[in-house]
């Protein structure tokens, strides 16, 4: 049988997480597996959240709350914005779809992204047949703002800043924003994606995206209950948006796109101050462990601002991340994010990180 697909689909990729431990544990036989591949909570969920959940689930034969009102009430209340600029998904990602949707149509519209950045921002544009405009990094993998606002033109129509950056954890200042915002043509909506929020906010130099919504600019923040909050395997994500984007997006989405117990995990969560508190020291901690443990074998690692770190290799990064596979410990090869001398490394609990410096101790002075 042969179908007439759309012909965008075909240059396309599937999205590539990161390896599950169950499959590790089938191709390889192993009993012990860290993983420290998919920038997960190594904490998990809050108590509370897991409270929660397990009340909800009694209710799981009914429909979810389509409006998720509690949820967008609280978000509006932590955001300091009106209900009616605030939307949920099922994950960020399915926000970032549906943001393409609202705004993409076809070669004349053109979508605008740091390279390598997270790789579903290309993906919505992909679909919409628009063109993608990409813009290299710096050489210390940070996004070249000025340039992005050179490469602008009066078609660009999204135009998308991972803060801190996925997969390079760097980060964009707010005077860098600012130009941003000043630069973007009539029409044109800038997405900061602050996933990784969170565990940036303590910097000094790192801005909040909600200060940008406040007003009238046309500006997206989008945030994640799947990273500092532990939720991923529930899939919610929010943003807060111009109230007339918040509504094109009602009307294209899914119904009932974010199911009840996940509503009622994230509302709790939303409570659990030092499950979070936690989470960030626990991050804090493990970065540093990376940065010492690079710079003792003489490596460097770029200035992360996430939950996980990359460490500059040097040479390519596949046979390191094999070698730390066939040994338990799943990470992430740079060869699959842009990245091929680099491998990213999730923050785990102290005792994950104390067995991967181990284990990468032993394979960098084996290969």
Request: charged share 20%; aromatic share 6%.
């Amino acid at each position: 049988m042969s179908l007439k697909l759309r012909p965008q689909i075909g240059g396309m990729s599937p999205y590539s997480p990161g390896k599950p431990v169950e499959e590790v544990r089938r191709e390889l036989g192993l009993e012990r597996i860290v993983k420290l591949a998919s920038n997960e909570n190594p904490l998990g969920p809050s108590p509370k959240a897991v409270a929660a959940l397990q009340a909800a689930a009694a209710e799981a034969h009914l429909y979810p709350d389509a409006a998720a009102h509690d949820l967008k009430a609280a978000l509006a209340d932590r955001a300091g914005v009106s209900a009616d600029r605030i939307m949920v998904g099922n994950g960020s990602d399915e926000l970032i779809h549906y943001l393409g949707l609202a705004l993409l149509q076809g070669p004349e519209t053109r979508l605008l992204i740091g390279d390598p950045t997270f790789v579903r921002y290309a993906a919505s544009g992909q679909l919409a047949d628009s063109r993608i405009d990409r813009v290299p990094l710096t050489s210390d993998w940070r996004h070249d703002v000025g340039a992005m606002a050179s490469a602008l033109t009066a078609d660009t129509r999204l135009v998308y800043i991972a803060n801190p950056n996925n997969p390079t954890g760097t980060i964009v200042t707010r005077e860098e924003i600012d130009l941003l915002v000043k630069a973007l043509p009539a029409g044109c909506l800038l997405v900061l994606d602050e996933a990784y929020f969170e565990f940036a906010e303590g910097s000094a130099d790192y801005p909040n995206g909600l200060d940008l919504v406040q007003g009238d600019l046309p500006v997206c923040v989008l945030r994640t209950f799947s990273k500092a909050f532990g939720l991923a395997g529930l899939r919610v994500g929010w943003g807060v948006a111009p109230a007339d984007l918040v509504d094109a997006v009602n009307r294209i989405r899914e119904p009932f796109n974010v199911n009840h117990l996940a509503q009622r995990a994230a509302l709790a969560a939303l409570s659990d101050s030092e499950h979070l508190h936690q989470t960030v020291k626990v991050n804090a901690d493990g970065l540093a462990g990376v940065w010492s443990l690079a710079e003792s074998v003489g490596l460097s690692v770029i200035d992360s601002r996430a939950n996980f770190a990359c460490i500059d290799l040097g040479r390519p990064a596949e046979p390191v991340f094999q070698a730390l596979l066939r040994r338990g410990v799943i990470t992430r090869s740079g060869h699959v994010l842009g990245m091929p001398n680099h491998l990213r490394v999730s923050i785990g609990t102290p005792a994950e990180m104390e067995v991967f410096a181990a284990e990468f101790r032993a394979v960098w002075q084996s290969l």
